[in-house]
């Protein structure tokens, strides 16, 4: 890894690596984070020095990187090369609606992710009007969504703003979300099925060792299969 001062920096770095953290923390496994240069600023709204903008920029600019909710439900990126390893830890062949039957999936995650099926990408404002949901499902609906991005049945797709009824764009931008076998223009679902649990499991451990000798293994392992 080499000293990150800017976006392309922290491209070339995140497709060495694979994975990291999206945060300012390496959560005791790996963050890109622990590479920033000085000139790294969070939150300062330059696109090419500020963590916070790369994100979109990573959704809209590049067709070969995840970013989403998936490492302790928190933020990170996977690149499209990793991606089906973590596919098959976290979901392997399973269904939602198998999981759903059997109370390893939440009603309100249910919900979110039919409504995605149908529409395959909606932004959160949509998603929460079509689904029913109120001011009071709040926390339910923020912890259903983020449930649905660990088991990688939905991802980040970018971000929108809201219309008026003149199709006119209006106040703060909105993340889109949509289905993960819809993201990748490569086979994702095909490459994980050809993988075995164990195969996947040593893969990645091996990636993330080699990244970081020192990392916390308990952490390790829950950063691999969030608990699965």
């Not at 970013?67 to 390893?85: A, D, H």
């Not at 929108?160 to 679902?189: C, H, M, N, P, Q």
Request: proline share 3%.
């Amino acid at each position: 890894m080499k000293e990150i001062h800017n976006f392309n920096d922290f491209l070339d770095n995140l497709y060495q690596a694979g994975m990291s953290m999206g945060g300012e923390r390496d959560e005791g496994v790996f963050g890109l984070c622990s590479f920033f240069g000085k000139e790294i600023c969070w939150h300062m709204e330059n696109p090419d020095t500020d963590p916070w903008e790369w994100r979109m920029r990573v959704l809209h600019e590049r067709k070969d990187i995840a970013y989403g909710k998936f490492f302790f439900k928190k933020s990170g990126y996977v690149t499209e090369e990793w991606y089906p390893y973590f596919y098959r830890i976290r979901r392997g062949n399973r269904e939602l609606e198998e999981e759903y039957a059997e109370g390893n999936i939440s009603r309100y995650a249910k919900r979110i992710y039919d409504l995605l099926l149908e529409y395959r990408e909606l932004p959160l404002h949509l998603l929460k009007q079509y689904g029913g949901f109120s001011r009071e499902d709040k926390s339910k609906f923020d912890s259903a969504v983020t449930e649905l991005q660990m088991n990688f049945y939905i991802t980040m797709c970018g971000n929108a703003r809201k219309k008026s009824k003149k199709g006119e764009e209006y106040g703060w931008s909105s993340t889109v979300f949509g289905l993960t076998e819809d993201f990748f223009e490569g086979d994702i679902v095909k490459k994980a099925a050809e993988l075995s649990y164990e195969e996947a499991y040593a893969k990645l451990e091996e990636q993330i060792f080699a990244l970081n000798p020192s990392a916390n293994p308990a952490k390790v392992k829950k950063f691999i299969t969030a608990g699965r």
